[in-house]
């Protein structure tokens, strides 16, 4: 299975928010490291949302809207 960027408006931008997504909670993470706080054993688990918006916007089988063959 290949997957390209889609040329929606809306699955762009879900594909976006995932990836600014994935970046916060690695910056968030290094910046919690970095000032010796502890996080949640289960935080790994916030990387799913942004995993999902990804996922959206590039399988063809979960597109908010169609892209054109």
Request: net charge positive.
């Amino acid at each position: 299975m290949k997957f390209k960027m889609p040329k929606r408006i809306i699955n762009i931008g879900l594909v976006y928010a995932g990836l600014f997504g994935i970046l916060f909670q690695l910056v968030a993470f290094v910046f919690a490291w970095w000032h010796g706080i502890s996080l949640q054993p289960s935080w790994i688990l916030t990387l799913a949302a942004p995993l999902l918006c990804i996922l959206s916007g590039i399988i063809p089988a979960l597109q908010l809207q169609k892209e054109p063959d």
